[in-house]
């Protein structure tokens, strides 16, 4: 069952929660790092992009730092060779340092260390606490044993001099990739697997993005991380529940082997959203068969795609904030994460008319040479955002859904010998009919408007019985291509076991709108720029494919909140 949602608006830095309760214990008089500057780390492994899931675990390492007036390193986990890149490495730098944070000159390779995990490797060996083991990949399966029943290895009472020859050879290359590893002597019959003799070591001859073909025997993360941390001076290891389980074994990493400190690792759930996937597996699949348009489409949960749907960095990190740091497992619904963003937009995006499915509108009896500009507020939400001069004449735009030739009932929009509706920000207007095409589609709404109800507030003591209609003119409208989007998946749980989660692809993810029609001025705009459209929804313009002459805007969210407070 996911835990309840809190939506409190608690600023930031009164926020608490368990892991601050740790550290605050471990600073205090008497606690083990007393006297000690926090000290965390956040190590993502370049082989994909970050998404919503990373950024609930960097916002917790760089802001339990910030909090306590610490340090955070970035260091990239690129301890595994496969499919690593630098391109992923620039990417995410990218992607931490838009949402607020910065590692200052503390940026690490976990790569830069393999010499020192060697070191530290033959000094486990040297302590008969390491051996190396010859039982193939499908062998170790075999011996790895059950509950109550202990693993086994033959080669557990390998001399010490005979594994420092072997882990050698490993090194220098002269055994094929699975005929040999180094593993830790433990327990084999441990209660918990990761115990039970592991892998410390596998061979793997693989071109390194950064080390080339230096190595080819290569570190397993449960060894590598805790001497990582250690090296750095982490006082900290902040990380997923998922290694909770690990947390026996980086302990007795730390305390073997000879390092300069002895960090604590804290584990706090993961963030699961409904109607996404969070494995880069399974992202890098939607990539690599077309599924989506890159890692930045603005369907996917990676934070390359947030931002260019048109999430700010406050949304996100209101949003991780507010979820909270639980020791249990959560899905958030999706909505509160657009819930986070609407808030931000509503008091930070200039309002705009925009017409996405366009009818024209004559006003018959507005003089057909006249041409004025009425005044409208950029955000009534912000007294300094002033107002503008929007252009207004016979010939407008509005919505082909303000319009209805037979009314239904309750409709309160445009139908011949309707209620007036206010023009916004103009006047009031009265619909006298609509001129069809041959197939009786309405190409053109007909209306008069009353030329002494200029500036169509409702302030003005008037009262109308219809709607408030937005509009473009259609003499300066620009052209515009607007994209609107929708869950990635039909299904809440994608990643359910027994389907396919490609099955549950939402074909409708995607709708592309072209000929839509918006207000002058837009055409001069610059992504990453937000907008609400009004009565639409909050738009921003696309930094990919929007260019001079060809605007592109997605929809970010819409206007109505679904989620329940």
Same mark, same amino acid.
């Given at each position: 069952?996911? &835990?309840?949602?809190?939506?409190?608006?608690?600023?930031?830095?009164?926020?608490?929660?368990?892991?601050?309760?740790?550290?605050?214990? $471990?600073?205090?008089?008497?606690?083990?790092?007393?006297?000690?500057?926090? @000290? =965390?780390?956040?190590?993502?492994?370049?082989?994909?992009?970050?998404?919503?899931?990373?950024?609930?675990?960097? =916002?917790?390492?760089?802001?339990?730092?910030?909090?306590?007036?610490?340090?955070?390193?970035?260091?990239? $986990?690129? =301890?595994?060779?496969?499919?690593?890149?630098?391109?992923?490495?620039?990417?995410?730098?990218?992607?931490? @340092?838009?949402?607020?944070?910065?590692?200052?000159?503390?940026?690490?390779?976990?790569?830069?260390?393999?010499?020192?995990?060697?070191?530290?490797?033959?000094?486990?060996?040297?302590?008969?606490?390491?051996?190396?083991?010859?039982?193939?990949?499908?062998?170790?399966?075999?011996?790895?044993?059950?509950?109550?029943?202990?693993? =086994?290895?033959?080669?557990?009472?390998?001399?010490?001099?005979?594994?420092?020859?072997?882990?050698?050879?490993?090194?220098?290359?002269?055994?094929?990739?699975?005929?040999?590893?180094?593993?830790?002597?433990?327990?084999?019959?441990?209660?918990?697997?990761?115990m039970r003799d592991p892998v410390l070591y596998r061979i793997n001859h693989m071109h390194h993005h950064r080390q080339g073909d230096k190595w080819c025997i290569y570190p397993m993360?449960?060894?590598?991380?805790?001497?990582?941390?250690?090296?750095?001076?982490?006082? @900290?290891?902040?990380?997923?529940?998922?290694?909770?389980?690990?947390?026996?074994?980086?302990?007795?990493?730390?305390e073997h082997c000879d390092l300069p400190a002895r960090p604590r690792q804290i584990e706090f759930a993961r963030l699961g959203i409904d109607h996404t996937v969070m494995s880069k597996?399974?992202?890098?699949?939607?990539?690599?068969?077309?599924?989506?348009?890159?890692?930045?489409?603005?369907?996917?949960?990676?934070?390359?795609?947030?931002?260019?749907? !048109?999430?700010?960095?406050?949304?996100?990190?209101?949003?991780?904030?507010?979820?909270?740091?639980?020791?249990?497992?959560?899905?958030?619904?999706? !909505?509160?994460?657009?819930?986070?963003?609407?808030?931000?937009?509503?008091?930070?995006?200039?309002?705009?008319?925009?017409?996405?499915?366009?009818?024209?509108?004559?006003?018959?009896?507005?003089?057909?040479?006249?041409?004025?500009?009425?005044?409208?507020?950029?955000?009534?939400?912000?007294?300094?955002?002033?107002?503008?001069?929007?252009?207004?004449?016979?010939?407008?735009?509005?919505?082909?859904?303000?319009?209805?030739?037979?009314?239904?009932?309750?409709?309160?929009r445009l139908y011949p010998s309707g209620p007036e509706c206010r023009l916004k920000g103009a006047y009031l207007i009265t619909c006298t009919g609509c001129v069809k095409d041959e197939?009786?589609?309405?190409?053109?709404?007909?209306?008069?408007?009353?030329?002494?109800?200029? !500036?169509?507030?409702?302030?003005?003591?008037?009262?109308?019985?219809?709607?408030?209609? @937005?509009?473009?003119?259609?003499?300066?409208?620009?052209?515009?291509?607007?994209?609107?989007?929708?869950?990635?998946?039909?299904?809440? $749980?994608?990643?359910?076991?027994?389907? &396919?989660?490609?099955?549950?692809?939402?074909?409708?993810?995607?709708?592309?709108?072209?000929?839509?029609?918006?207000?002058? !001025?837009?055409?001069?705009?610059?992504?990453?720029?937000?907008?609400?459209?009004?009565?639409?929804?909050?738009?921003?313009?696309?930094?990919? &494919?929007?260019?001079?002459?060809?605007?592109?805007?997605?929809?970010?969210?819409?206007?109505?909140?679904?989620?329940?407070?």
């Open positions: 069952m996911a &835990d309840e949602i809190k939506t409190t608006q608690e600023e930031p830095s009164e926020s608490r929660n368990f892991i601050h309760a740790f550290i605050e214990e $471990d600073i205090a008089p008497g606690g083990q790092y007393e006297g000690m500057t926090v @000290h =965390t780390r956040f190590p993502p492994e370049p082989n994909g992009y970050l998404h919503i899931g990373h950024c609930k675990a960097l =916002t917790i390492d760089f802001g339990t730092a910030e909090k306590y007036g610490g340090l955070c390193n970035l260091r990239m $986990d690129d =301890t595994n060779p496969t499919k690593e890149d630098e391109e992923f490495v620039e990417a995410i730098k990218e992607d931490i @340092h838009w949402l607020g944070f910065d590692w200052g000159d503390r940026f690490f390779y976990g790569s830069d260390y393999f010499e020192e995990d060697y070191r530290q490797a033959v000094g486990l060996i040297r302590k008969g606490l390491a051996y190396v083991c010859q039982l193939s990949p499908e062998e170790f399966r075999a011996h790895r044993g059950e509950i109550g029943v202990p693993a =086994t290895s033959p080669y557990r009472d390998r001399p010490v001099e005979e594994s420092l020859d072997l882990f050698a050879r490993m090194r220098a290359g002269e055994f094929p990739n699975g005929a040999m590893t180094l593993r830790a002597k433990i327990d084999l019959a441990s209660g918990n697997f990761n993360y449960d060894f590598a991380h805790p001497i990582q941390d250690a090296l750095e001076g982490i006082t @900290h290891s902040l990380c997923s529940l998922e290694f909770e389980a690990h947390r026996p074994l980086y302990n007795w990493v730390v597996r399974k992202l890098r699949r939607l990539v690599e068969e077309g599924r989506v348009s890159g890692w930045d489409d603005p369907r996917m949960p990676t934070l390359c795609g947030l931002r260019r749907r !048109g999430y700010t960095p406050r949304s996100i990190r209101n949003f991780c904030e507010r979820i909270g740091v639980a020791k249990s497992s959560n899905v958030v619904e999706y !909505g509160f994460l657009e819930h986070c963003l609407r808030e931000d937009l509503n008091e930070t995006a200039q309002r705009v008319m925009a017409v996405l499915r366009p009818v024209r509108l004559t006003i018959t009896n507005y003089p057909a040479d006249k041409q004025e500009t009425v005044t409208v507020e950029n955000n009534p939400l912000d007294e300094a955002a002033g107002t503008r001069e929007v252009a207004f004449s016979r010939n407008l735009w509005i919505e082909v859904d303000d319009f209805l030739a037979e009314p239904v009932p309750k409709y309160k197939a009786g589609n309405v190409v053109e709404v007909l209306a008069e408007y009353d030329p002494e109800s200029r !500036g169509g507030d409702p302030a003005d003591g008037r009262k109308v019985k219809g709607a408030t209609i @937005h509009w473009v003119d259609a003499g300066t409208a620009v052209d515009a291509e607007v994209r609107l989007y929708d869950n990635l998946f039909t299904d809440a $749980d994608p990643d359910a076991a027994e389907k &396919d989660f490609l099955e549950c692809l939402n074909p409708h993810s995607l709708e592309t709108l072209t000929g839509c029609k918006v207000e002058a !001025g837009l055409e001069r705009a610059e992504a990453p720029a937000s907008f609400q459209f009004m009565r639409l929804g909050y738009f921003c313009l696309d930094s990919r &494919d929007s260019r001079p002459g060809h605007l592109v805007f997605n929809r970010s969210v819409s206007l109505k909140d679904s989620f329940k407070k």
